[in-house]
């Protein structure tokens, strides 16, 4: 449960728009909005697969 304590800061760099309707829900999904928008995560599987789906729209950094 080490794992559950850490966190994650989402940035969106890059507009969803004009990319795949699933990416942008993906993104919705993360909590951002516009670009430069942020979030601070917890770091779970499920959020690291949501970030690997649109590594090209976000920045990750340890938070």
Known sequence: MANASKNVKVTLVRSPIGTPESHRATVRGLGLRGVNSSRVLVDTPEV??????VAYLVTVAEA
């Open 48 to 53: 690291r697969g949501m970030i690997r789906k």
